[in-house]
Nanobody, 122 residues
Framework: VQLQASGGGLVQPGESLRLSCAVS????????IGWFRQAPGKERERVSC????????FYADSVKDRFTISRDNAENTVYLQMNDLKPEDTAVYYC????????????????WGPGTLVTVSS
């Protein structure tokens, strides 16, 4: 499976961005798609994931009520709508796939895409 992320950029605090993760290749092995992020000098952390077969989602506490993950199965694309962005959201965001949501949340990621940089600064 191949994951291609897009949508990063530079925004001011309080603004919004939408990230996209296009999934291609052999996708049947991976039911959970989502986003990790890594800020400068920090470890990679989970942000959000979604199941491609049911309605389950996961959000890190730091992004709940601000970020929304969704999917378009017809387009094999997962979206992360990020609202009310804060400087602490600045990071490289990586799209990641796992066999299911439990594995994804546990960090057992089977495939990574290249990152997209999100910078939140005034």
């Amino acid at each position: 499976v191949q994951l291609q992320a897009s949508g990063g950029g530079l925004v001011q605090p309080g603004e919004s961005l939408r990230l996209s993760c296009a999934v291609s290749g052999f996708t049947l092995d991976y039911d959970a798609i989502g986003w990790f992020r890594q800020a400068p000098g920090k470890e990679r952390e989970r942000v959000s994931c979604i199941s491609m077969s049911d309605t389950s989602t996961f959000y890190a506490d730091s992004v709940k009520d601000r970020f929304t993950i969704s999917r378009d199965n017809a387009e094999n694309t997962v979206y992360l709508q990020m609202n009310d962005l804060k400087p602490e959201d600045t990071a490289v965001y990586y799209c990641a796939a796992a066999i299911d949501s439990l594995a994804w949340v546990g960090g057992a990621v089977g495939a990574w895409g290249p990152g997209t940089l999100v910078t939140v600064s005034s």
